[in-house]
T-cell receptor
Framework: NAGVTQTPKFRILKIGQSMTLQCTQDMNHNYMYWYRQDPGMGLKLIYYSVGAGITDKGEVPNGYNVSRSTTEDFPLRLELAAPSQTSVYFC?????????????FGQGTRLTVV | DQQVKQNSPSLSVQEGRISILNCDYTNSMFDYFLWYKKYPAEGPTFLISISSIKDKNEDGRFTVFLNKSAKHLSLHIVPSQPGDSAVYFCAASSTIYNFNKFYFGSGTKLNVKP
């Protein structure tokens, strides 16, 4: 049972570089999310998607882009990395029916921008 | 503006005793609440949830209490075990306003001493 898989686990970027954080889930969940966690802080929602082709901004979307071409994949793109984007990034998915349900998280990607 | 708050960054409890973790929220539209547990270098894992139609939900050693009038929830762990040592996040969402879009608190680090 893979669940939610994120790659890479660690990455160091130089200021101005670009990268894509990959996220894939094998649970056929229609909802997917990207969160970031800064030291001593909670998880902040960057972007989320309620299904293939549909994405929306969360609380802290600036500096990021997402796409959702398939149910399984939800990559997060950083176009011009800045030190403020140093954080741990978590991808999650959920399958809400008529009621809200819990989200399942990946193991995280620790990103450092220098 | 943080909509979900965990005002205690840390809590230390003796093994076998009760651990009580607290969470407050400000948005009266929230009607579904969750607790997640997070170990270092891992993603958060779902622990227990409660809908606003209930004031208590129990699962083994874990019980969540909801006080809607006070906009407060708490997680009780009885008896506490050393393996419970982790960071606990409270999260909330609204079925009507932002379906399955979760807002997280900043977390409480629980240390259970043997």
């Amino acid at each position: 049972n893979a669940g939610v898989t994120q790659t890479p686990k660690f990455r160091i970027l130089k200021i101005g570089q670009s990268m894509t954080l990959q996220c894939t889930q094998d649970m056929n969940h229609n909802y997917m999310y990207w969160y970031r966690q800064d030291p001593g802080m909670g998880l902040k929602l960057i972007y989320y998607s309620v299904g293939a082709g549909i994405t929306d901004k969360g609380e802290v979307p600036n500096g990021y882009n997402v796409s959702r071409s398939t149910t399984e994949d939800f990559p997060l793109r950083l176009e011009l990395a800045a030190p403020s984007q140093t954080s741990v990034y978590f991808c999650a998915s959920s399958f809400p029916g008529l009621q809200n349900t819990e989200a399942f998280f990946g193991q995280g990607t620790r990103l450092t921008v220098v | 503006d943080q909509q979900v708050k965990q005002n205690s960054p840390s809590l230390s409890v003796q093994e076998g005793r009760i651990s009580i973790l607290n969470c407050d929220y400000t948005n009266s539209m929230f009607d579904y609440f969750l607790w997640y547990k997070k170990y270092p270098a891992e993603g958060p894992t779902f622990l227990i949830s409660i809908s606003s139609i209930k004031d208590k939900n129990e699962d083994g050693r874990f019980t969540v209490f909801l006080n809607k009038s006070a906009k407060h929830l708490s997680l009780h762990i009885v008896p506490s075990q050393p393996g419970d040592s982790a960071v606990y996040f409270c999260a909330a969402s609204s079925t009507i306003y932002n379906f399955n879009k979760f807002y997280f608190g900043s977390g409480t680090k629980l240390n259970v001493k043997p």
